[in-house]
């Protein structure tokens, strides 16, 4: 019997029995522990099998487009924080990149690597989270207690740069408003040289474990095409078959430069993700070797800038501000009126350790930007749930929400 | 008499911009410039009419007209290896000439070249659905219809999204407020509570960052509290703090603050 509902009774509609078949319908958080944030799922049951399932998202709505309309740009920066908090530096990162390509902006050889070096920590620490977070759903606490202390090291690090462990804003439009302290070069290279070992110390104790291998070979098998049709990117796409990442492909900042494979598989099931982000982690310490070697180099030719100059956009040097009266009337009228970049739109795609971030900005000259879209990969690897789970059962719910790597700031905005 | 305002675009405005200032333009080159690019745009135009093209930051940018977009995105995907819809939304023109733009992002990972496919619609008009050629436009689509109300057509599943069911308006629209009037600091307590509760909840706090820093007994007055009402002399006396219960604590026998030893050297 249907429920009938008033303003005072609350409408039970966590199960219902109403139907003549034997399908149950079950809700599936929004505050489950395995959900990764607020996502309900309403799962329609045969016994233990799914045949239908429809995500259900927006628990953590913020409306982050409609602020970024009524904010100055630099403004808007501490709001891409909050999109995928665990990795934040990437979201300031395709902000800062997408306004930077509107105006037409040459960032500094020193900012950019220190940017690089930025990036990759972040998607070390945003697959660590992954990998302890998901480990603990299946059941592996030790796994996630080694995976969390290693990301401790990666947080220190970050807080003596910026100050902050979670949400940075550690990158600005036109550059880095910081050098790296004394200490981050010699904590970062004690951090990566025993990187190896823990990574192996995880792969020893999930590799050949027959849990582990049971929740994860032959679960959640997305097709190539299937990948490709939900827009997937990142680790889910390059699980699937196709080898693409937009650092080797279209690359930004000095990708070019540095060397690093690009590990992908055929297989398309969680076990392949799960293979993929432990070898972007190490491909990523590859990277970092190379980005110090490079911030040597530019300590060594005398690279010291860190902001781009242009001065109707981007304020002066804190030394220029306090010394120089036209600086300081800039960075007046940037800080109060906010910078206007050119009349026209861009879309500017970044590899983030999720996927392709990607921000739609279009200007009308103002100093907030006319519109501004946030492509969150989380977004479709949510959406795909919706064809990926009928078929498989409950306990297989959990390991694939894992695998898919959502993170509800992003998919809900 | 009030002054007037525009209803159709209630954003936040920039508060000075000089007299003569002129934006400068991103610059737009011709599709003729890149290869990949002027091939396509030629296959598009052989089968549907473009209104405009060109080159922006990397990009191609078509317009097309509305009735054709999934015969266009059809042909990039099956014959121009435009495999993936990364993103689609909409722009919001009501105020200046009543219509909202559509923007398809397509990928080609085969060429590596991205292509922004765009049209514009009148307000009111709905658009064909490309569920069925790429399925992110599932979300995608039910994402610009819960922001900007623009529906697709055979589209399965056209409801909200991100905003619930029951919400009014949709907010990336321009006329959208960004702050509630007096209606809105009533509307939840009639929807749950009831009008005849509005005396006893009060108005709805839209602001929950306000503070009013002359109503001083909402601040925690913590060791002077004072009972509601009561007109504040700045000099109440201190109020010993104990947090025991009337009938005293379960499983604690007799706990007296007052009589009780609180250790200080943890090394004694």
């Known amino acids: 019997m249907a429920q009938i509902t008033n303003r005072l009774t609350p409408f039970f509609e966590n199960i219902t029995f109403d139907r003549d078949d034997n399908e149950l319908i079950l809700n599936f958080g929004p505050q489950h522990p395995s959900a990764h944030g607020q996502l309900r799922l309403m799962l329609h049951l045969q016994q233990e099998q799914i045949v239908k399932a429809h995500p259900d998202i927006g628990y953590l709505h ?67 989270f992954w990998l302890a977070t ?111 990442d937009i650092r080797k492909e279209e690359p930004y900042e000095l990708y070019d430069e540095v060397e690093f494979k690009v590990p992908f598989s055929d297989k398309g099931d969680n076990f392949a993700r799960y293979r993929i982000y432990m070898e972007e982690m190490r491909e990523s310490a590859k990277i970092l070797y190379q980005t110090m070697d490079m911030y040597g180099a530019c300590v060594k030719n005398n690279q010291t800038e860190l902001m781009a100059h242009a001065p109707k956009y981007i304020s002066a040097s804190k030394l220029d501000i306090m010394t120089q009266n036209y600086s300081l009337m800039q960075h007046f009228v940037l800080v109060t009126q906010g910078m206007r970049p050119p009349v026209g739109e861009v879309y500017v795609a970044t590899e983030s350790p999720k996927g392709e971030l990607g921000f739609y900005i279009n200007s009308q000259g103002g100093p907030y930007p006319y519109r501004l879209k946030l492509r969150a990969p989380s977004f479709w690897h949510t959406g795909i749930l919706t064809d990926l789970l009928p078929g498989h059962y409950i306990p297989d719910v959990v390991s694939i929400i894992g695998t898919t790597n959502i993170v509800f700031g992003e998919v809900d905005r | 008499m009030r002054a007037y305002t525009p209803k159709d675009d209630v954003q936040a405005k920039p508060y000075y911009t000089d007299r003569f200032y002129v934006s400068p333009q991103v610059p737009k080159e011709a599709v003729e410039n ?6 396509d745009l030629a296959a598009i135009k052989a089968k549907f009419e473009v209104s405009d093209a060109y080159i922006q930051v990397g990009q191609m940018v078509v317009y097309i007209h509305a009735k054709d977009n999934y015969g266009v995105l059809e042909l990039l995907r099956d014959e121009l290896e435009y495999t993936q819809l990364t993103e689609m939304s909409a722009i919001d023109w009501l105020a200046k000439e009543n219509k909202f733009e559509i923007f398809y992002q397509m990928l080609s990972m085969n060429k590596r070249k991205r292509v922004r496919i765009k049209m514009f619609i009148e307000n009111g008009q709905a658009v064909n659905s ?139």
């Open chain 1, 62 to 128: 913020r409306g982050m487009e409609k602020m970024a309309e009524n904010m100055i740009y630099n403004e808007f920066m501490p709001t891409t924080d909050r999109m995928d908090y665990i990795a934040s530096s990437s979201n300031n990162y395709g902000f800062a990149l997408a306004v930077e390509k509107l105006i037409g902006l040459e960032v500094p050889r020193r900012a950019k690597v220190i940017r690089m070096m930025l990036l990759e920590i972040n998607r070390i620490m945003s697959h660590l």
């Open chain 1, 134 to 244: 998901t480990a603990l759903d299946i059941g592996a606490m030790t796994v996630f207690l080694f995976a969390f202390r290693e990301r401790e090291y990666l947080m220190d690090i970050i807080e003596g740069y910026c100050g902050a462990r979670l949400t940075h804003s550690a990158i600005r439009i036109g550059g880095v408003p910081l050098d790296i302290q004394d200490s981050f070069l010699v904590q970062l290279k004690t951090f990566l040289d025993k990187l190896p070992q823990n990574i192996k110390d995880y792969e020893d104790l999930l590799d050949t474990n027959r849990i582990w291998l049971m929740r994860m070979e032959e679960v959640g098998h997305i097709s190539k095409e299937l990948s490709l049709s939900w827009g997937c990117s990142g680790p889910m796409l390059r699980a699937s078959g196709t080898a693409w």
């Open chain 2, 34 to 39: 890149d290869a990949v690019f002027a091939a």
């Open chain 2, 130 to 268: 490309v569920n069925e050629l790429f399925r992110s436009a599932d979300w995608s689509e039910r994402e610009m219809f819960d922001m900007f109300g623009i529906e697709a057509n055979g589209h399965p599943f056209m409801k909200r999204i991100l905003l619930p069911y029951d919400w009014q308006g949709h907010p990336l629209l321009k006329t959208y407020p960004l702050e509630g009037d007096e209606f809105a600091a009533w509307y939840e307590v009639d929807k749950i509570y009831g009008k005849e509760a509005r005396d006893i909840i009060g108005p709805e706090l839209r602001d929950p960052a306000k503070v009013d820093r002359y109503d001083s007994d909402r601040f925690a007055r913590l060791g002077h509290e004072v009972p509601k009402g009561t007109v504040i002399t700045g000099h109440e006396p201190k109020i010993e703090q104990s947090y025991q219960e009337e009938g005293g604590v379960f499983m604690i026998k007799k706990f007296d603050k007052k009589s009780s030893v609180v250790i200080d050297d943890p090394q004694r």
